[in-house]
């Protein structure tokens, strides 16, 4: 299994990016799928979260300004950034719980999203 993160750039405040991640390989199901980030100089934190049948969790610095939302049956999770500030410039990675062969966490590669003038 394979997790391909897409969408990040350089982005002037307050604008928006969209970042994309598409699980690929032998999978039965995805139980949750999600976007945790790391600044430099700091630790990997939760961004957001979805798991299979909707529910959503959101980390602190993200409420009220990113959606994550995902396509089943693409096995694809988005997340909407708005209202971006510099503080959010991080590299962002995908996360999922995958239900394959076996059933383990696998992490993407990372995007990097960077919030600048």
């Known amino acids: 299994v394979q997790l391909q993160a897409s969408g990040g750039g350089l982005v002037q405040p307050g604008g928006s990016l969209r970042l994309s991640c598409a699980a690929s390989g032998r999978i039965f199901s995805i139980d949750y799928m999600g976007w945790y980030r790391q600044a430099p100089g700091k630790g990997r934190e939760l961004v957001a979260i979805i798991a299979s049948g909707g529910s959503t969790n959101y980390g602190d610095s993200a409420k009220g300004r990113f959606t994550v939302s995902r396509d089943n049956a693409k096995n694809t999770v988005y997340l909407q950034m708005d209202s971006l500030k510099p503080e959010d410039t991080a590299v962002y990675y995908c996360?999922?719980?995958?239900?394959?062969?076996?059933?383990?966490?696998?992490w993407g590669q990372g995007t990097q999203v960077t919030v600048s003038s």
């Open positions: 996360r999922a719980l995958v239900r394959g062969i076996v059933t383990s966490e696998y």
